[in-house]
């Protein structure tokens, strides 16, 4: 591997795990201006086009069919569903509870394996999925008024909750899938029909806004999003796992809970806790383990 390559990567790592974190901050911004799945679904099939611009002018290629239903289907597992109701999930509950909620996505991905393909989980990974439930439940005690209220606040979590399962899902199928694709050129696809599919979605759900009343502060964070959270995130994503091992890549996932509760807390004044702090460390140490001792999450 080219040095200037590897550099490039560690630069793509420190990109992803501070940008990241940050997207969940500037998309509580972005909903307070135009519907989350309207938003959502404009973010991604944006990104998409741009994306998918840009590679078929280099190749000139198209995806066969049967590579575009492939490309349909993780697109609405990621996209249409995880990256829309964790936004749609953001209007009832703190941006940074659902990033903290989102990293434990290496849990879920393996209680699928156990459902769905019947791996045995070693003694070692369950009371690492021990610990890491009982940050999350540390975590929860610091909103046990919000929660017992029942209502929006109780089902931002279980959006959330429910944003995680299918991402999972998309990326186990991803992984065990034997269609050879460009996962370069394939997510821009992945973007786009999601996108497609969230949008229509919202047109059925939500009360749409004219883009015309959306506010200079709206339109910057959406061009962020887009630009930074869907483009070039991505690309740094895909390029550390290019160029970094993946026990190396995976400490992204450590660091964004953390800039989402740091801006979080710093600009929009959402309510922190030291039983929060503390359930947010002993979550990641569950999902450090976890990771350390299950190389296929």
Same mark, same amino acid.
């Given at each position: 591997?080219?040095?200037?390559?590897?550099?490039? =990567?560690? $630069?793509?790592?420190?990109?992803?795990?501070?940008?990241?974190?940050?997207? $969940? /901050?500037?998309?509580?911004?972005?909903?307070?201006?135009?519907?989350?799945?309207?938003?959502?679904?404009?973010?991604? +099939?944006?990104?998409?086009?741009?994306?998918?611009?840009?590679?078929?002018?280099?190749?000139?290629? $198209?995806? !066969? *069919?049967?590579?575009?239903? /492939?490309?349909?289907?993780?697109?609405?597992? /990621?996209?249409?569903?995880?990256?829309?109701? %964790? &936004?749609?999930?953001?209007?009832?509950?703190? %941006?940074?509870?659902?990033?903290?909620?989102?990293?434990? +996505?290496?849990?879920?991905?393996?209680? *699928?394996? !156990?459902?769905?393909?019947?791996?045995?989980?070693?003694?070692?990974?369950?009371?690492?999925? =021990?610990?890491?439930?009982? =940050?999350?439940?540390?975590?929860?005690?610091?909103?046990?008024?919000?929660?017992? !209220? @029942?209502?929006?606040?109780?089902? !931002?979590?279980?959006? &959330?909750?429910?944003?995680?399962?299918? $991402?999972?899902?998309? #990326?186990?199928?991803?992984?065990?899938?034997?269609?050879?694709?460009?996962?370069?050129?394939?997510?821009?696809?992945?973007?786009?029909?999601?996108?497609? +599919?969230?949008?229509?979605? %919202?047109?059925?759900?939500?009360?749409?806004?004219?883009?015309?009343?959306?506010?200079?502060?709206?339109?910057?964070?959406?061009?962020?999003?887009?630009?930074?959270?869907?483009?070039?995130?991505?690309?740094?994503?895909?390029?550390?796992?290019? &160029?970094?091992?993946? %026990?190396?890549?995976?400490?992204?996932?450590?660091?964004?809970?953390?800039?989402?509760? @740091?801006?979080?807390?710093?600009?929009?004044?959402?309510?922190? &806790?030291?039983?929060?702090?503390? @359930?947010?460390?002993? #979550?990641?140490?569950?999902?450090?383990?976890?990771?350390?001792?299950?190389?296929?999450?």
């Amino acid at each position: 591997m080219p040095k200037r390559a590897v550099v490039l =990567g560690y $630069w793509a790592l420190a990109a992803i795990s501070l940008l990241w974190g940050s997207t $969940w /901050f500037v998309s509580k911004l972005a909903i307070a201006h135009l519907p989350a799945l309207q938003m959502s679904g404009y973010r991604q +099939m944006l990104a998409g086009v741009i994306l998918i611009t840009y590679h078929v002018s280099r190749s000139r290629q $198209w995806p !066969g *069919l049967k590579e575009l239903g /492939f490309h349909a289907l993780l697109g609405f597992l /990621f996209f249409t569903c995880s990256n829309g109701l %964790s &936004t749609f999930a953001i209007q009832f509950i703190p %941006s940074y509870l659902a990033a903290l909620i989102g990293c434990l +996505m290496p849990f879920a991905v393996i209680l *699928l394996n !156990g459902i769905f393909f019947g791996e045995r989980v070693k003694p070692g990974v369950l009371i690492a999925l =021990g610990i890491g439930f009982a =940050g999350v439940a540390l975590i929860l005690s610091s909103f046990v008024t919000e929660i017992s !209220g @029942g209502g929006s606040f109780l089902f !931002g979590i279980l959006i &959330t909750l429910l944003s995680v399962f299918t $991402w999972s899902g998309g #990326t186990l199928f991803s992984t065990r899938s034997r269609l050879n694709t460009d996962p370069f050129r394939g997510i821009g696809w992945q973007m786009l029909l999601g996108g497609i +599919m969230l949008r229509l979605i %919202s047109l059925l759900v939500e009360k749409q806004v004219p883009l015309s009343s959306v506010p200079a502060v709206g339109w910057v964070s959406f061009a962020y999003l887009v630009l930074i959270g869907s483009l070039l995130c991505f690309i740094c994503y895909l390029h550390a796992l290019k &160029t970094l091992p993946l %026990s190396l890549v995976s400490v992204y996932v450590y660091i964004n809970p953390m800039v989402a509760l @740091g801006l979080g807390v710093l600009f929009l004044g959402e309510h922190i &806790t030291l039983r929060l702090v503390l @359930g947010a460390l002993i #979550t990641l140490f569950g999902v450090y383990l976890v990771k350390r001792l299950n190389k296929g999450v």
